[in-house]
């Protein structure tokens, strides 16, 4: 059979994307990604021959009575007439979308074509475009079983959020650790903001770097492209041995090495989390759609992997004590780290192609 996934956009959208077209590939079936045209789509991509890649122009809808409106109309039609173009001439079978108005066009071209298509949803809180995409699918998968009230009694299905085959192979942390060039006898922080870094995140870490000044502590931070120099100064004038780094390709090997993460709560960090059983202290970002990521923060957290902390809150100063009070309690550790690993959907990817095959079926 042959599939659609329209996955583009930022790192939540398109890894989730591309696990579930990984476990269709291994059986058997043909996969069409569509795409966006930013950059972390095309690095992440690179080499990817398993899959026919197709970009669309990135946009997010603006507001009904903003002048922006009309170029977003050209520009969303124009990526339509593109859409029913390519997927008239692979011929889907079925086509899912993961979110964000990447999906919108490409689910559209599917109902256009008459072939049924699906839209998943990471988050606790679906923003405007899958609201709007779940009224054009067939049917709507979820990440967050607290999700399915926000759309129509029965229309929905929890599958969990997918996480990507690069990251599903087992990885010894010795050799983990040693791969940021950092020593295996001592507890690791790794910090991290996204595919995108969080300069809120950067800022508070640079404050609270002499509090991590401890012979028995490293520290692992991804700072994304803006905040890498200003980080390796701070760590290094406060004595922290830390590998800092824009990007890490291998985000297994990060995973394994931490005792404890400092992260955003979007939906795809969040399963990764689980997945490995990080324990760690999520810092929502503040000015996402519908405020998602703090009630992603909660979720996870009620079930006790995980601190929340408020970007307010860490700018003043929080952040540092929480941590040492954290890396300090082994028994405190341990018991977030077997709750962050029981809520771990691992066959997530499965579940959500297992869908896409059964309605072709």
């Not at 475009?129 to 079983?145: C, H």
């Not at 997945?275 to 703090?294: K, N």
Request: charged content about 20%; some cysteine; hydrophobic content about 45%.
């Amino acid at each position: 059979m042959r599939f659609v996934i329209a996955a583009g956009g930022t790192g939540g959208h398109l890894f989730p994307g591309l696990a579930v077209g990984e476990v269709l590939r291994a059986q058997g079936h043909e996969v069409l990604v569509f795409i966006s045209e930013k950059e972390i789509d095309a690095l992440a991509t690179q080499g990817r021959s398993e899959f026919q890649f197709e970009k669309l122009p990135g946009i997010g809808m603006p507001s009904l009575f903003s002048p922006k409106i009309f170029p977003f109309l050209w520009r969303f039609a124009d990526g339509l007439r593109q859409c029913v173009r390519i997927c008239r001439k692979f011929k889907p079978d079925a086509v899912l979308g993961m979110g964000g108005f990447t999906s919108t066009a490409p689910i559209l071209a599917g109902r256009i074509l008459g072939k049924p298509s699906f839209v998943h949803e990471s988050n606790a809180i679906p923003g405007k475009a899958n609201r709007l995409n779940a009224r054009l699918a067939s049917g709507v998968l979820l990440g967050f079983a607290e999700c399915a009230a926000h759309f129509p009694k029965g229309r929905a299905r929890v599958t969990g959020t997918p996480v990507r085959s690069s990251l599903r192979e087992a990885v010894d942390r010795r050799r983990a650790v040693l791969a940021f060039g950092l020593e295996p006898g001592r507890k690791t922080l790794l910090v991290m903001g996204g595919s995108q870094g969080a300069h809120g995140i950067n800022r508070a870490l640079e404050q609270a770097a002499p509090l991590l000044a401890d012979p028995g502590l490293q520290v692992i931070h991804l700072t994304g492209k803006d905040d890498v120099e200003p980080l390796r100064e701070a760590y290094r004038a406060a004595g922290v041995v830390a590998s800092v780094a824009a990007f890490c390709h291998h985000m297994e090997e990060a995973y394994a090495a931490a005792d404890l993460c400092i992260a955003r709560s979007g939906a795809a960090s969040l399963t990764e989390l689980a997945y490995f059983g990080v324990p760690s202290v999520l810092v929502p970002y503040p000015h996402a759609a519908e405020d998602h990521q703090t009630l992603n923060a909660r979720l996870y957290a009620a079930g006790g992997a995980a601190l929340v902390l408020k970007e307010s809150e860490i700018a003043e100063g929080r952040l540092g004590s929480e941590l040492r009070r954290l890396l300090d309690s082994v028994d405190e550790l341990n018991e977030m780290r077997a709750r962050s690993r029981a809520q771990a959907v691992t066959d997530a990817a499965e579940q959500v192609a297992a869908v896409l095959m059964e309605v072709c079926k």
